[in-house]
Nanobody, 127 residues
Framework: QVQLVESGGGLAQAGGSLRLSCAASGRTFNNYAYAMGWFRQAPGKEREFVAGISWSGDIQRYADSVKGRFTISRDNAKNTGYLQMNSLKPEDTAIYYC??????????????????WGQGTQVTVSS
C-alpha cells in the first residue's frame, strides 16, 4: 500500500500563487518507479487531469488549461511531489488530488490509470 497526503492548498487571489505538496509513504512506494499525477475536481464537474511527471522527472505532461502557469516536480529523496501554481485564475478553484501510477505517460490523463490516491486539498481562487 502507498499513502499519499496533499498539503499546501488554501485561498489565493487571482494572479497569485500556491504550491501544493504530495508526501508519499508506505512499504511498497520505493519498490516501484511510480509516476505521479495531479488531478482536480470542481463542484459539479468531473475529475480532470492537471499534470503528470515520471519517476525520474524527465517526462512531464500538462493539461492545456494549466500549461505555462503550473509546474510539476518531485524530490524522490523526500518521497514528495509538488505542483507550483502561478497566475491562478478563479476557474482553478477545485479540490486537488495527487495520485501515483506505474503506467507509461500516455495513460496519465485517465484517472483509471492510477493505483493510489490522496484525500485531496482545497484550492480556492478569488477574483
Amino acid at each position: 500500500q502507498v499513502q499519499l497526503v496533499e498539503s499546501g492548498g488554501g485561498l489565493a487571489q487571482a494572479g497569485g500563487s500556491l504550491r501544493l505538496s504530495c508526501a508519499a509513504s508506505g512499504r511498497t512506494f520505493n519498490n516501484y518507479a511510480y509516476a505521479m499525477g495531479w488531478f482536480r475536481q470542481a463542484p459539479g464537474k468531473e475529475r480532470e487531469f492537471v499534470a503528470g511527471i515520471s519517476w525520474s522527472g524527465d517526462i512531464q505532461r500538462y493539461a492545456d488549461s494549466v500549461k505555462g502557469r503550473f509546474t510539476i516536480s518531485r524530490d524522490n529523496a523526500k518521497n514528495t511531489g509538488y505542483l507550483q501554481m502561478n497566475s491562478l485564475k478563479p476557474e482553478d478553484t477545485a479540490i486537488y488530488y495527487c495520485a501515483v501510477t506505474t503506467r507509461a505517460f500516455y495513460y496519465w490523463m485517465g484517472s483509471g490509470a492510477y493505483d493510489f490516491w490522496g484525500q485531496g486539498t482545497q484550492v480556492t481562487v478569488s477574483s
